[in-house]
């Protein structure tokens, strides 16, 4: 089924202000498909590791960062919450990347989306495996797309599965008990991979 122009204007009508929050193991296509994303419906591309990247942060919350582990959640809050109430990002949709990775922070990011005019819609979980992301890392090492990221390194692949496993897996059960959640096979074409969130997308936002 292709989508045409009319539902994707629908899917924007019913997103809104609102948000979406795209979930996956490394490599899985969050960043790609968040892209894809803005450029349709317009808004923010928002990812809560790139914010804490590029933030002035403490340094044990750095250490933690560096370890490949996820920030604690009153971390997390302090630092990656206000961003989303910025006067330049009202009045105008969110797509998020893995904000709220952690189990417990299910609600306050829905919170703060909410006080932010944001509320949050659906939960996109891009599926990929633990086989399929290592070999898209080492391809990866051949194109070089992703940046100097200290985090994409191969040593800390196994502790980043570890902390999806434990951490992140239950926020996505969290959403999917709620009827939020909208899952997704990543390893497809990009371009499938995107048919198969809108044609979700438009289902979910046609009920």
Same mark, same amino acid.
């Given at each position: 089924?292709?989508? !045409?122009?009319?539902?994707?204007?629908?899917?924007?009508?019913?997103?809104? !202000?609102?948000?979406?929050?795209?979930?996956?193991?490394?490599?899985?296509?969050?960043?790609?498909?968040?892209?894809?994303?803005?450029?349709?419906?317009?808004?923010?591309?928002?990812?809560?590791?790139?914010?804490?990247?590029?933030s002035v942060i403490p340094e044990r919350v750095k250490a933690i960062m560096e370890e490949?582990?996820? #920030?604690?959640?009153?971390?997390? #809050?302090?630092? #990656?919450?206000?961003?989303?109430?910025?006067?330049?990002?009202?009045?105008?949709?969110?797509i998020l990347s893995s904000a709220g990775r952690w189990h417990g922070e299910e609600q306050p990011v829905m919170d703060a989306l909410e006080a932010a005019g944001h509320p949050l819609t659906y939960v996109i979980y891009i599926r990929l495996s633990e086989e399929d992301v290592r070999k898209r890392w080492h391809e990866k090492e051949n194109r070089e797309d992703r940046g100097d990221?200290?985090?994409?390194?191969?040593?800390?692949?196994? !502790?980043?599965?570890?902390?999806?496993?434990?951490? !992140?897996?239950? #926020?996505?059960?969290?959403?999917?008990e709620r009827d939020m959640l909208i899952e997704v096979d990543g390893n497809q074409l990009r371009e499938e991979v995107t048919k198969d969130i809108l044609t979700q997308l438009l289902e979910k936002f046609s009920d």
């Amino acid at each position: 089924m292709e989508i !045409t122009k009319a539902q994707l204007e629908h899917i924007q009508t019913k997103l809104g !202000t609102g948000s979406i929050d795209l979930f996956g193991r490394p490599f899985a296509g969050k960043d790609s498909q968040g892209s894809i994303l803005v450029e349709l419906f317009g808004g923010n591309l928002i990812g809560g590791g790139d914010i804490l990247r590029n933030s002035v942060i403490p340094e044990r919350v750095k250490a933690i960062m560096e370890e490949g582990k996820i #920030v604690p959640s009153e971390d997390f #809050v302090a630092i #990656v919450l206000p961003y989303l109430s910025q006067k330049h990002l009202a009045d105008q949709p969110l797509i998020l990347s893995s904000a709220g990775r952690w189990h417990g922070e299910e609600q306050p990011v829905m919170d703060a989306l909410e006080a932010a005019g944001h509320p949050l819609t659906y939960v996109i979980y891009i599926r990929l495996s633990e086989e399929d992301v290592r070999k898209r890392w080492h391809e990866k090492e051949n194109r070089e797309d992703r940046g100097d990221r200290y985090d994409d390194s191969e040593e800390l692949l196994e !502790t980043r599965f570890a902390e999806f496993a434990e951490k !992140t897996l239950p #926020v996505i059960e969290f959403y999917r008990e709620r009827d939020m959640l909208i899952e997704v096979d990543g390893n497809q074409l990009r371009e499938e991979v995107t048919k198969d969130i809108l044609t979700q997308l438009l289902e979910k936002f046609s009920d």
